[in-house]
């Protein structure tokens, strides 16, 4: 940034030249005229107009000068905090902008939701790198809220995301949870036309570290949630939906994993008309000025990939019988 002449004058009033604010900077860290004209490439004279000018702009002295030394006036050290940080962002603002330009690269280590990432990331992953030869992905899978800073992760794929000042999340698709069944099982048992029916039928329970998930539900306009128990637990969601193409019960899922089986009429929602509104889909990951390359530009691409809806968007639309 040292670049002086390449700094253009400002439009307003107060501080016209961006370029004399790093002029005494570079006075005020090196406590010379001299050494600062030289570190920027200019003449001692130059400096010291700069210098002269950005105390006429803000009306007040800001160096204290001698024939041996220059030293920060009251005024002058007040100022110089505020104008590192005027430079930094100045920095900031041309690194991000050079960033953009640069090819993704280097090691990318992403941690997706199991059957989630299976089933809707991995095959853009997989475009991913063939588009970007010069990235190598290392994957994890969890179902958790992996520590992303402690870990070492670059980015991470959630249903919703926990709060952590940590993190930024930018949302990719809406997502909701379907309650659902195979029609053989229906015909048999019925269909359920409150989450209360639910006692009279078989449910297929997910567990999570040894617990029940309770199911969820819209009740007079307010998200409850509802203990199931079944005579078949899982905790594994794949298996949840394998049970229910089995005509062994009722299940609630997520829209991703039985989006397919809903269209073809394979499975059938229920309870429509109490299904909350869900997490949505999205991309977690450490807070940095600079998001590398490497993670933007895929969250870019599935973004982009899913801008018109998502894979599961028109599961609850299934094609009538």
């Known amino acids: 940034m040292d670049n002086i002449n390449a700094l253009p004058p400002a439009s307003r009033g107060g501080i016209d030249h961006i370029g004399d604010v790093l002029a005494f900077v570079r006075v005020a860290d090196a406590q010379s005229f001299t050494v600062a004209a030289e570190r920027l490439g200019l003449s001692r004279s130059a400096v010291g107009k700069c210098i002269s000018r950005l105390e006429q702009s803000l009306g007040a002295r800001l160096l204290h000068r001698s024939t041996r030394n220059v030293s920060l006036s009251d005024e002058g050290r007040l100022f ?3 104008a590192q940080r005027i430079l930094s962002e100045v920095d900031n603002a041309a690194d991000a902008m050079a ?3 640069q090819a993704p690269r280097g090691r990318l ?6 059957s989630l990432g299976r ?5 853009l992953l997989r475009e991913y790198l063939r588009r970007w030869p010069g990235v190598e992905a290392d994957v994890s899978f969890s179902d958790d809220y992996t520590d992303l800073v402690r870990e070492g992760i670059d980015v991470a794929i959630r249903l919703g995301g926990d709060v952590d000042s940590r993190l930024v999340r930018k949302v990719l698709a809406p997502h909701r949870l379907i309650t659902c069944a195979a029609p053989q099982y229906l015909d048999r048992h019925g269909v359920p036309a409150t989450p209360e029916d639910l006692g009279r039928h078989q449910a297929i329970a997910f567990t999570h570290a040894g617990a029940l998930v309770p199911w969820r539900f819209l009740v007079n306009g307010q998200e409850r949630n509802a203990q199931v128990a079944g005579r078949l637990r899982m905790g594994n969601t794949e298996a949840l939906r394998d049970a229910a193409l089995a005509g062994d ?3 609630q899922v997520g829209a991703f994993l039985v989006g397919d089986d809903l269209r073809a009429g394979r499975l059938k929602p229920v309870l429509e008309s109490a299904a909350p509104a869900g997490a949505p889909v999205c991309a977690v990951y450490p807070h940095r000025r600079h998001l590398a390359p490497k993670v933007r530009v895929l969250i870019d691409e599935i973004a982009a990939r899913w801008s018109a809806g998502a894979p599961w ?4 639309n299934p094609p009538r019988a």
């Not at 280590?109 to 199991?114: A, F, G, K, S, Y």
């Not at 089933?119 to 095959?123: K, Q, R, V």
């Not at 968007?313 to 609850?316: I, K, L, M, R």
């Open 109 to 114: 280590r992403i941690d997706l939701p199991v």
């Open 80 to 82: 110089y905090e505020h």
């Open 99 to 101: 960033s953009r330009k």
């Open 313 to 316: 968007a028109d599961c609850a």
């Open 249 to 251: 019960g009722i299940v």
């Open 119 to 123: 089933l809707h990331i991995m095959p």
